[in-house]
């Protein structure tokens, strides 16, 4: 770090509200938030960018009735706000600025070439540090209306200037100063992470607060790997108060730095550094086959969706629709889809760890999180980038650059196929190579990085993945040998290396699916497969399996938990759109590997994470209810989940309905997760069930040699 | 069919003995098998080869101890059979001739360099119709010796001559040639499949019984969507007589041709045909980065294995290793991973149906059902192929070309990666693609098609995927809409199309992984995820998650049913080699999605089967225990599967152990399945745990633009 002899802060900026946002402190106090220009600016973020998009947005005007906020948008918005007798004379902070979409039923009726909806903006406020006000700012008439929002536990998402301020606070206090002093740790090589604090009771109510852990960077960028343990300091996000410091880890060391730096810049010169395999791409000389028309509205072989940026859910995809190959008719599938929430809970119930149990979508912003991709290796170079808008907490516009990539992936996979034996006459042998559209975000919370992928393929499959990389979350520890571990002794994770313990965690993303298949009045079946015992005499085989088809009348009927041993098919279908031989038309879910929360039903933080309490639920469409943990996560009690509407048990059968899916991961560490992670993945699909009357790429052509692409090494042009 | 005028009969040949092996039938009542020199001559099979290959095996030397068998050899082992006295004076078939693998002590202590260990052929010969012999020829000596097998009910793998010799037989009889004619069908559109009875009692006993059930091929090449519904032919496999005709279905039409052809020539025609997306091809201009060594050894990155056809399991990877990036050290992972059973049960107690229970691998020869390769689609264009050499009954051998594909794929993820917000005055955002090695195989048994694919990855992890395409197997109805069926009558599946019936099933498809983990001394470990309380006052938590580590004393213990709440990992580890912080090197096995047999325990068929009781098992080391569902396993009575095997409960602990997987999948057909269904994949994966100190790609490179190809259009060359 060229610049650690500064005496300086270097701080938390409009860009980066990134989770446990890393705080890199130097030792002097002055610090400086970068001008609103810079933001708009593509020079200020070069190292950031690729060079495909323009990255100037200041003249973007909206197409679609669901296109984010532009520029011009959310200035009106804060220029309206600024105006209006609530915020005049008071202090007050944007938790989120963001599009109000038209109601359903417009978006549905809207076509191209029509006037767009009227344009309004969803505003989440808080004034004076207290009052919390949802508005809706109309941008075509100015008016500002205040939406009801009833009673709530929990407080709306962080903002960068909650937690600007939380540091600010924190190395302004003489207590914070001493204790890190006190555990020799040099104050310029620190680094910290401001973490949620979670709800376990009393101490957690009427006031905002957040709790920070520090890390040393001495000797590398990960300081991730390097924790100072046992020392927890919890501050008060409004009075700006450290309330408590714990301090119980004075013996334990603090790891060290070597063999934990994963920058190419450092390790390339490493007598390990690993020979490159030659290299390999995806091509496409003739240019990709999507288009992406007024900026979101995607187009791809047979499908077609509109996609955003959003600053809370990541990535949104809207009105994905596919065109029958049969009819030519462009037929519903998905209203929109976009994960919802996140849960991490850490398994250790000590001090320094109990509250680490994460909502990182309601707590932090999972899109806010989501930094610039890399264009050659987060992306193939055949990708096309789009961008992010959000708004800071006083309302100003900025630009995430590269925040979105779509591209045309081939993996060498088969389509469909069949071999004929040869000698029967046949010739045959017809192959369909599996081309796919991939739309990826990664959201880099803190120190793990979550790379969600919407993968469209040609069959009208949706395959959404997970996959998990980055750094663990470790805890420091005096052992440097397991076989110094009393027996008895629960380390709660994996010893990693010296003094460095990989804490037991799962991660959960909960996906909204609002599937309109053929319109928006659909139901859910779970078609149970079940054993049948044949009767005696009826058949040599005693028994075989039926698929039962039980239609789900109320929200109840469809809280699903998977079970191997008794296996469903969970369709989402319209009762009125029947194929040719009378099948009703459907998508089904279909689940991966995944995992289930196990923490106790009466747990605070499963209380607040209760949409992990089944892995698929059915909600009735309701344009409020779209967060799985609630519309106000932070510090929240759990009233406000899926769960808890769910419990409710209103009819969704020939409804508009909302499918919600779980992904889990429970994830042991091992030592090939040091010093930083391989990517784990996990996956589910959407995929047509007697939607189509028969296989929609029946008619898709194979790989023709004279079509592919001449390829020359880049030395040799 | 410009043939189809000419009354002769189009036989199985040697090149050929697919599953339910198509019998093309036309009425003259000749043929010829090929010639030998035929099926060892490239031009014969040019329609069925890539070009990269000289197909010409005939000087192959063996350099391995696990080279499969030459043509040389083969040939040797012919002519030590045909003048030995078991066979001098006695009709006789050779049911299997392969490679007998050496002692694995003395495989595993063999170099490079040093003379080959004694050539030996493992020969299954069943003599006079009657006595099945299991033989070793040893290549060098010339000795023959009978190995003793025991008692067992089963029947060997059936030979093509069986197939062949069975439907001249049924094409020879009267009744057989009325029954076609009463159902008015045109002998000259007729194709066959032939289907293995099972076992279920006395009447499959004691005699090789065989089932025939017919089609229609007028109007299309996709005869499987057009069953002679409810006609069934019993014939014994060695007297060739017809013993049964079972004719139910006679008011049941054969479906319609139409819109069931699948083939490109058909179909590039179609107003509907599809625009073909813009072309798209994996790269890599300065070649691939694997080698093969000696026509089986590949080496890739830090992967070393070795790869070889097999007729009854279809791929073999034996004497995995990878090479530690730390110390530069090869280390064993796997001695030897293949497929070694696959069950299919329909789920249809009737009549025609009851019976459809394959055991694929040892009925029909899964190796023997991989048909060539298609160079472009099955595989990408940077593909290297391997050919198959097998025996024919008679002991010639004949060459299977592009049996085996291997490439290195690249889709676009994303290897590890890790962004810090920009603010931080951290400018990272380190990312590695991920590019891996697939070896695949494609078994056509009859209509269903099975991927099989090992994926390779640089972090030391397989990733064993299987995919399934083909054609459903249908059966015949009355019905054309479903608004005509009665309430009560049950489908077993679900109408697709105008009289088309996809009848509900199963897949199962075990792994064969005998996992050495730096030597073959390993233990299993159940890793127990548990919900812990916590005691009144410990934490603010009431629960969180232990990770509980058993190891399997004996096999029982490794009797594993996968449960969604009750979740573990499973490793094998070597608990004599730990790392550095001391934790014993492994490998864990980690399911994808999967399905369990739900078919009675006592249902003759899931006797048979019973290796899909549970989807994981831990057997001892024992060279003759490689079939999931026994070596003999034609109308088998399951007395001799993997759980037979495995309720001995031998010791497990600290031995040479081998794991077993089985992956199912449950099929409730949909007309997108219709008349060839889209790939459907699932997989799992072997995964190091603390096999390494840390991430083994922790020192790989990022894609570098000035390293990747420069790519033209064919048309612009």
């Known amino acids: 770090m060229e610049a650690r002899n500064l005496l300086r802060f270097l701080f938390l900026s409009l860009i980066s509200v990134a989770a446990f946002v890393l705080v890199l402190t130097f030792l002097q106090l002055s610090y400086q938030l970068p001008r609103t220009v810079e933001l708009l600016d593509c020079a200020t973020n070069s190292a950031w ?287 929109k889809g976009f994960s919802s929430e996140l849960f991490v809970p850490y398994m250790d119930p000590t001090d320094a760890w109990y509250f680490k149990t994460y909502l990182d979508a309601g707590e932090y912003g999972f899109g806010l999180q989501a930094m610039p991709l890399d264009p050659l290796n987060d992306c193939p170079r055949n990708a096309y980038y789009m961008d992010g808008v959000f708004a800071a907490a006083d309302g100003t516009p900025y630009v995430r650059p590269n925040m979105i990539c779509v591209f045309e992936s081939y993996a060498g996979d088969i389509g469909w196929r069949h071999s004929e034996s040869p000698i029967t006459g046949m010739e045959i042998r017809e192959v369909r190579p599996k081309v796919t559209l991939m739309v990826r975000m990664v959201a880099s919370v803190g120190n793990y990085d979550y790379i969600v992928d919407w993968d469209f393929q040609t069959d009208g499959l949706i395959r959404v993945k997970v996959g998990l990389s980055g750094m663990l979350m470790v805890k420091g520890t005096t052992y440097d040998n397991i076989n110094q571990i009393p027996n008895q002794e629960n380390l709660h994770g994996t010893l990693l290396s010296e003094n460095v313990i990989g804490v037991i965690h799962d991660h959960y993303i909960s996906f909204y699916l609002d599937m309109d298949i053929d319109g928006s009045e659909n139901s859910f079946v779970n078609v149970n497969i079940k054993r049948q015992q044949t009767s005696p005499g009826e058949s040599p085989r005693k028994s075989y399996l039926e698929a039962i088809r039980n239609v789900a009348k109320t929200e109840k009927d469809a809280q699903i938990k998977l079970k191997l041993y008794d296996p469903s098919e969970f369709h989402v279908i319209n009762p009125s759109k029947k194929t040719r031989v009378g099948n009703p038309a459907g998508y089904k879910i279909v689940p991966g590997a995944t995992a289930a929360s196990l923490l106790d039903l009466e747990d605070p933080p499963q209380i607040r994470a209760a949409f992990t309490n089944n892995q698929i639920w059915v909600t009735p469409y309701n344009q409020s209810e779209q967060w799985a943990a609630g519309m106000f996560v932070y510090q929240s009690h759990g009233e406000d989940t899926l769960a808890t509407r769910s419990d409710r048990d209103r009819a969704i059968e020939n409804k508009d309905i909302v499918l919600w899916y779980t992904l889990g991961f429970h994830h042991i560490p091992c030592q090939e997760d040091f010093p930083i992670m391989p990517t784990v993945s996990s996956s589910f699909q959407l995929k047509p069930v007697n939607f189509f009357e028969r296989n929609p790429i029946l008619r898709s052509p194979p790989n023709l040699e004279k079509d592919l692409p001449v390829c020359k090494p880049v030395a040799s042009v």
């Open 49 to 335: 960018r690729a060079s495909r998009n323009p990255c100037n947005h200041a003249l973007d005007t909206p197409h679609h009735p669901l296109d984010p906020l532009t520029i011009r948008e959310f200035e009106k918005v804060r220029s309206i706000l600024s105006s209006h007798e609530l915020f005049e004379s008071s202090s007050y902070a944007l938790h989120s600025v963001d599009l109000e979409e038209p109601e359903k039923t417009l978006v549905l009726k809207w076509k191209k070439g029509e006037t767009l909806l009227p344009r309004k903006a969803s505003v989440v406020a808080r004034v004076d540090s207290k009052s919390v006000y949802v508005l809706t700012v109309d941008l075509g008439t100015g008016n500002l209306t205040v939406r009801e929002t009833g009673e709530h536990s929990g407080y709306p998402m962080l903002t960068v200037e909650d937690v600007t301020g939380t540091t600010l606070a924190l190395f302004a206090s003489a207590d914070f100063n001493r204790t890190i002093v006190q555990r020799g740790i040099d104050l310029a090589d620190l680094a910290c992470l401001p973490i949620s604090t979670g709800w376990y009771g009393k101490s957690e109510e009427n006031r905002r607060l957040i709790k920070v852990q520090c890390y040393s960077m001495d000797g590398t960028a990960n300081f991730y790997m390097r924790p100072i343990e046992g020392l927890t300091f919890l501050l008060d996000l409004d009075t700006k108060q450290v309330v408590e410091i714990s301090d119980t880890g004075r013996n334990i060391p603090i790891p060290k730095a070597a063999d934990t730096d994963y920058r190419y810049s450092v390790l390339q010169e490493d007598p390990h550094a690993m020979k490159p395999l030659n290299p390999i791409s995806i091509e496409q000389p003739k240019g990709p086959s999507f288009t992406v028309e007024d900026k979101y509205l995607v187009k791809w072989a047979n499908w077609e969706f509109h996609l955003k940026p959003d600053a809370r859910a990541g990535v949104i995809v809207s009105l994905a629709k596919f065109r029958d190959p049969d009819t030519g008719e462009l037929r519903d599938v998905m209203y």
